[in-house]
């Protein structure tokens, strides 16, 4: 099994800058593929960025149409973390951030899709003020 803790959320302009953070423990080695999804009042949660590991310090990202180009991931080997860096921040990406965790090496076409994912965080807000 894996947990995941995230971190880093809050609220800033629109325009500004977070770093979210997932701290990942257990069977990390069995979860190539990482990602977070977000989730906002009255809508499902959605894709935003995923990581898959090639190797022990080679990754790929994908991201989310909406956020390619602004939104970063990131993943730590050495600490177990993943990250988003999220920059110029617009009102539409407020919502309730999840890091998440498969539960195996989940094919690149599967990796946008929720049911890949095995294991969640208990998720951080987000708030963009306009």
């Known amino acids: 099994q894996v947990q995941l803790v995230e971190s880093g959320g809050g609220l800033v302009q629109a325009g500004g800058s977070l770093r979210l953070s997932c701290a990942a423990s257990?069977?990390?080695?069995?979860?190539?593929?990482m990602g977070w999804f977000r989730q906002a009042p009255g809508k499902e949660r959605e894709f935003v960025a995923a990581t898959r590991w090639r190797s022990g310090w080679t990754y790929y990202e994908y991201y989310a149409d909406s956020v390619k180009g602004r939104f970063t991931i990131s993943r730590d080997n050495a600490k177990n973390s993943v990250y988003l860096q999220m920059n110029s921040l617009k009102p539409g990406a407020t919502a309730i951030y999840y890091c998440?965790?498969?539960?195996?090496?989940?094919?690149?076409?599967?990796?946008?899709?929720?049911?890949?994912?095995?294991?969640w965080g208990q998720g951080t807000p987000v708030t963009v003020s306009s």
């Open positions: 257990g069977r990390t080695f069995t979860s190539n593929g």
């Open positions: 998440a965790a498969s539960s195996g090496s989940p094919v690149e076409t599967m990796l946008m899709a929720k049911e890949a994912y095995h294991y």
